[in-house]
């Protein structure tokens, strides 16, 4: 696990979330979903060292915080959104072969 990954849940979502002044970067995800662990995780970890202090990198377990899932439409997973000053910039669903470029040029966009 990466210390530098902020893991949230319905407590804490809005503050880390929509309250940061960085852009950050969310990994909806569920326990029981092979690629969110296998594929997704690792990428989100590397692109927290890489974007430490500039962007943010947020993790909800949708398994443990529904709500959330609920709240923000998630359908599939994995899921991803970028969010900056609150809003939702954009939204990648599955894990494409191409998920770490995908998902550097949505942070780059949101820098």
Known sequence: ?????????DADFDAAVLG?????????????CPSCKTVVGPVVD???DHYAGRAKMVKVDVEAH???GIRFNVR??????????GQVQATQYGAPG???TVLNQMIEKAL
């Open 1 to 9: 696990m990466n210390d530098k990954v902020i893991h949230a849940g």
């Open 98 to 100: 191409n998920l770490r």
């Open 46 to 48: 590397e692109l927290a």
């Open 66 to 68: 529904p709500n959330l």
């Open 76 to 85: 599939s997973l994995p899921m991803l959104m970028m969010f900056k000053n």
């Open 20 to 32: 940061s002044a960085e852009p950050v970067l969310v990994d909806f995800w569920a326990p029981w």
